[in-house]
């Protein structure tokens, strides 16, 4: 009878917010968030309530009990890639955040039931999984409840929420590499060659080096490409393979063509290669 009661509820204010939302301005504004992550992206839409004067973790939002992770509807999160939280396998898909507030730790949930109004109508049972992280205690007040994502990486990145003084941090993770590999070598055996991307791809994965000078070599011969950008990367990949007094060379020859044609940026960008073959 509980259940029901609180459905109802639930079922009123949506119903109620719905109907005389363009009247006035929301009092917890709406955030989407898309964020470019390996080969995919995440989003994130959620309501974005205020401090106002009040207390909110253990006070207004208790401790134990939870939360909607923001106002209004519950938090969506989605996933057009499989990802890890904090080492729990996540399948694509879309998904409701929720959490459990704590004075040391949260536990976030992952739920298979994303559109709800607030947490009326959550149930375990409809958990995906859940997990602990630990609390963050803020020093400066964040008045308005904040959820970014930090840190990004090809394959690596961080969910932070920030609110009043408290705040977690999930670590999320990608594994796109062996995707990446067979489109590299897929795409290697057709007429347009993706040297450019390859060997970037292999140079900041530490694959190959060989096989990345070698398409380094190959993207200097295209007429249609700036010749300062395969000197720089070639050089970048000579000196990541030891060869210092090559490396040196390549760049020098970077900073010149550079030099020609106005490109301050890769006059810099040979410089620093030169300077740290030089240590």
Not at 50 to 74: C, H, L, Q
Request: net charge positive.
């Amino acid at each position: 009878m509980k259940k029901l009661f609180s459905g109802i509820i639930a079922m009123m204010i949506f119903t109620a917010v719905n109907t005389y939302a363009q009247l006035t301005p929301q009092p917890s504004s709406t955030q989407s968030v898309v964020q470019d992550f390996g080969l995919g992206k995440i989003s994130l839409t959620y309501s974005r309530p205020d401090v106002r004067g009040r207390k909110i973790f253990g006070g207004m939002e208790p401790y134990g009990t939870v939360w909607r992770t923001g106002a209004n509807s519950a938090t969506v999160v989605k996933f057009t890639d499989d990802v890890t939280l904090e080492g729990n396998k996540i399948p694509a898909g879309q998904y409701g955040l929720f959490s459990i507030p704590g004075e040391n730790e949260w536990t976030i949930i992952i739920s298979k039931q994303p559109n709800q109004w607030g947490a009326y109508r959550y149930k375990e049972s409809d958990d995906f999984v859940r997990f602990k992280v630990k609390t963050e205690h803020l020093s400066a007040l964040t008045e308005t409840m904040t959820l970014a994502f930090t840190n990004i990486k090809a394959t690596t990145c961080d969910l932070q929420m920030m609110w009043e003084h408290s705040g977690f941090t999930v670590h999320i993770a990608t594994d796109i590499d062996a995707k990446v590999m067979a489109r590299i070598d897929s795409a290697m055996n057709t007429d347009k060659k993706p040297y450019y991307e390859a060997l970037i791809y292999y140079y900041n994965n530490n694959k190959d080096m060989d096989k990345a000078l070698a398409w380094a070599t190959e993207l200097e011969k295209d007429k249609n490409f700036p010749p300062f950008v395969p000197k720089l990367w070639k050089a970048r990949i000579l000196l990541k393979k030891g060869d210092k007094a090559a490396a040196i060379t390549t760049a020098q020859e970077g900073v010149k063509i550079a030099t020609d044609t106005k490109t301050d940026e890769y006059v810099r960008l040979n410089n620093e290669v030169i300077a740290q073959a030089k240590k």
